[in-house]
């Protein structure tokens, strides 16, 4: 085993040199192997190579293209490697170019020649596009799982709140009464899209490159279709040139990533707010709160504000991917070695997130008291004092002008509700006011009231279809 010493270190030819060396004299310089490795990112493929790399080798035996002894050779060798690194008994040699140099050349060593002709027909391009799309699919139902057990976790807390009134806000200003159960399905129901977006990713990404060679496919007698089915594909990639320049199934789960974890801060916000002593509406855990270096009193909602602060970590892998992309020529350019680790980050960032916070809001306490004192004052229930004049006949817009009046009465008399003022104050606004108005206009009779679909009123119907839809997952 010959050695070759540059004025970084040494480089050693064996087995796990780079794929491409034969054309060069020299070997490379250490540091431009440190530069250009990407194993330390690419290793978690692991698996997803050698399922490809099986596949591979039983079509290429099928085709006639090597004998069934060598693919059985391939394929003990194979699971050799596979048992070993699940055991841990197997160390990954990072002095490899990337995860699939590591394995070829790590077969090569135990089985000899035969690990040699594993590579035929295919190039490192397809053969990345496939581990990446193979690795996508493993792992993305993980997190719709995880996904879908926060959602269960929010419907859980909302069915045991399906009267508890807290007020909805627009503009941050009082709104409209609701509950909290509300609040929490409204929360689901952006999570509910997120489990979607990621179940129509991974249709497009169901397709197989492999047989798309570099980037003009193979003049052996490939079977693509073989190799698809056997790794459960719903077909093959179309265009070779395409399939291996492509990175499209990177972009759009990391935007999947991005808006679920917009949605998670968006949620953390609330929860920022709702644990200030202004609002109060919720009571994190001491065990998922902190305190602070100088002021003893506090008790600080650091991990919603950290789920919140890593937000822009996985915006930024998203732009990171979308720049890296967008002047590219087809086919593959070595700028696309880039492509895992913005996915990776932001995989990984989403999945800690999801977890946190279900952990977070889960221990939590809701001071039901204070989100009852939410929905009086601020003259939350002025829309519902406008439907009361509708159902008499009033048309909407001249109630709404009614309405705002008794709004500008209270306000003028120094009251905070419109229910504060008397009948006779009203009546004279609109004579259609009865004594009734005001038992009309209670915080839990606006809420109740509200039975549309979707509304507060109906909530039962939402936690079932909530919990339901997370029973697919």
């Known amino acids: 085993m010959a050695e070759k010493n540059t004025p970084h270190g040494t480089i050693t030819d064996n087995n796990h040199a780079?794929?491409?060396?034969?054309?060069?004299?020299?070997?490379?310089?250490?540091?431009?192997?440190?530069?250009?490795?990407?194993?330390?990112?690419?290793?978690?493929?692991?698996?997803?190579?050698?399922?490809?790399?099986?596949?591979?080798?039983?079509?290429?035996?099928?085709?006639?293209?090597?004998?069934k002894e060598e693919n059985d050779q391939i394929q003990s060798g194979l699971s050799s490697i596979e048992a070993d690194l699940?055991?841990?008994?197997?160390?990954?040699?990072?002095?490899?170019?990337?995860?699939?140099?590591?394995?070829?050349?790590?077969?090569?060593?135990?089985?000899g020649d035969a690990g040699k002709k594993l590579h035929t027909g295919r190039s490192r391009n397809d053969q990345i596009a496939l581990d990446e799309r193979l690795y996508l699919r493993?792992?993305?139902?993980?997190?719709?799982?995880?996904?879908?057990?926060l959602i269960n976790t929010l419907a859980d807390i909302a069915s045991k709140h399906t009267d508890s009134l807290l007020t909805g806000y627009t503009h941050m200003q009082h709104a409209q009464p609701g509950t909290l159960a509300q609040h929490l399905c409204a929360w689901s129901f952006m999570l509910k899209r997120d489990v979607e977006r990621l179940s129509d990713s991974l249709k497009r990404v169901s397709l197989s490159p492999l047989g798309s060679g570099a980037l003009m496919g193979s003049g052996l007698p490939l079977s693509r279709e073989t190799v698809a089915e056997s790794l459960?594909?719903?077909?093959?990639?179309?265009?070779?040139?395409?399939?291996?320049?492509?990175?499209?199934?990177?972009?759009?789960?990391?935007?999947?990533?991005?808006?679920?974890?917009?949605?998670?801060?968006?949620?953390?916000?609330?929860?920022?707010?709702?644990?200030?002593?202004?609002?109060?509406?919720?009571?994190?855990s001491e065990k998922w709160s902190t305190g602070s270096s100088i002021m003893p009193q506090k008790k600080n909602p650091d991990f919603a504000e950290l789920i919140r602060g890593r937000t822009?970590?996985?915006?930024?892998?998203?732009?990171?991917?979308?720049?890296?992309?967008?002047?590219?020529?087809?086919?593959?350019?070595?700028?696309?070695?880039?492509?895992?680790?913005?996915?990776?980050?932001?995989?990984?960032?989403?999945?800690?997130?999801?977890?946190?916070f279900e952990v977070m809001i889960k221990t939590a306490e809701w001071n039901l008291p204070k989100m009852v004192e939410s929905c009086f004052g601020g003259f939350a229930n002025a829309t519902d004092v406008a439907d009361y004049l509708v159902r008499k006949g009033m048309p909407f817009r001249v109630a709404h002008g009614v309405s705002a009046k008794c709004v500008r009465l209270a306000i003028d008399s120094g009251l905070s509700a419109i229910e504060e003022l008397s009948l006779g104050d009203i009546k004279k606004i609109s004579p259609l006011f009865e004594?009734?108005?005001?038992?009309?206009?209670?915080?839990?009779?606006?809420?109740?009231?509200?039975?549309?679909?979707?509304?507060?009123?109906?909530i039962d119907k939402q936690i079932e279809a909530l919990k339901a839809f997370c029973k697919r997952f």
Not at 98 to 106: C, G, K, L, N, Y
Not at 139 to 146: D, F, S
């Open 232 to 284: 459960g594909f719903d077909g093959v990639t179309e265009n070779s040139l395409d399939s291996v320049s492509d990175r499209d199934y990177c972009i759009e789960f990391t935007s999947d990533f991005a808006i679920l974890q917009q949605h998670l801060s968006r949620m953390c916000e609330e929860v920022v707010l709702w644990s200030t002593t202004e609002f109060g509406f919720i009571n994190l």
């Open 435 to 458: 004594e009734d108005i005001f038992e009309k206009i209670t915080p839990k009779a606006c809420m109740t009231a509200r039975k549309t679909t979707g509304g507060p009123g109906n």
């Open 312 to 356: 822009g970590k996985v915006y930024g892998d998203l732009i990171n991917l979308l720049v890296m992309m967008k002047g590219l020529p087809l086919a593959y350019d070595r700028d696309m070695q880039e492509d895992k680790a913005p996915l990776f980050e932001a995989l990984d960032t989403v999945q800690a997130n999801v977890m946190v």
């Open 18 to 67: 780079a794929l491409w060396h034969g054309r060069f004299a020299e070997g490379p310089d250490a540091a431009a192997v440190e530069f250009e490795t990407s194993i330390h990112v690419d290793e978690r493929m692991a698996l997803d190579d050698i399922a490809g790399s099986r596949a591979h080798a039983a079509m290429l035996s099928k085709q006639g293209i090597i004998s």
């Open 138 to 149: 493993r792992v993305i139902p993980e997190l719709q799982k995880q996904v879908c057990s």
């Open 86 to 111: 699940n055991s841990g008994s197997l160390s990954i040699d990072y002095s490899a170019e990337d995860i699939h140099s590591f394995i070829e050349a790590t077969l090569t060593d135990r089985i």
